[in-house]
């Protein structure tokens, strides 16, 4: 019997625990193959929804919202950078200097669930931030990652221009606010159970089988 899991992750794309959460996440499904079923549904956390269009030095942003010194950075950095590696995922951090809005990044991902193409969007623009240190919040930058992603340009670049699934947007992270989601990665299976955080392959693979067996 395959049991069927629904997986609503909540994240930021600016997040990189995010990315190690989902990687992980990934790899514990495999390991669990056939047991399970997973349908993953990506929903909208922003860590800085004030940010300015511009965005913000990293390290300024850092250092003045976690009170975290350059040199903590760094070491904080380094095992982000550890982790990701052994997961197959490259953080490079020399590139991502700057920190940014993400609303219409969610935009995006809230169209790409009615298209089947959420995963491979998501994906997309971990890999354009922390891997190429680009800026997801630039339209170019949205249009091609989505375009990549198997979605329509054309259509990217028309929801980008108006306001469109703001509101379905604003909806979805007000109403995980309201079950008490206040950080991310936080990774919530059949409306019931709550895994939170970066953790590893081995926590995910067990708490998914016991899950899968209730």
């Not at 994240?11 to 790899?27: A, F, H, R, T, Y």
């Not at 809005?101 to 790409?112: C, E, G, K, S």
């Not at 606010?177 to 299976?189: D, F, K, M, T």
Request: glycine fraction near 8%; aromatic fraction near 8%; charge should be negative.
């Amino acid at each position: 019997m395959t049991a069927p899991l629904k997986i609503d992750f909540v994240s930021d794309v600016s997040c990189p625990w995010c990315v190690i959460g989902l990687k992980s996440l990934e790899q514990a499904l495999a390991q669990l193959g056939p047991e399970v079923s997973a349908d993953i549904h990506f929903q909208p956390f922003e860590l800085n929804p004030q940010m300015a269009p511009e965005g913000e030095d990293i390290v300024e942003h850092i250092g003045k919202k976690y009170g975290s010194t350059p040199e903590q950075m760094q070491a904080n950095r380094e095992g982000i950078r550890a982790r990701g590696a052994e997961l197959g995922f490259t953080f490079n951090m020399d590139k991502r200097a700057r920190i940014y809005n993400t609303f219409d990044a969610h935009r995006l991902l809230h169209w790409a669930e009615h298209e089947g193409r959420q995963l491979e969007l998501k994906r997309g623009l971990f890999e354009a931030y922390f891997t190429d240190g680009r800026n997801p919040s630039d339209h170019e930058v949205l249009i091609e990652v989505a375009s990549r992603a198997g979605l329509d340009a054309e259509q990217a670049k028309e929801i980008l221009a108006s306001d469109r699934y703001a509101a379905e947007v604003r909806e979805r992270e007000q109403l995980f606010g309201q079950l008490g989601i206040r950080a991310v990665p936080s990774v919530i299976v059949n409306d019931k159970y709550l895994i939170q955080g970066g953790q590893p392959v081995a926590v995910f693979e067990q708490a998914l089988r016991k899950i899968a067996a209730e």
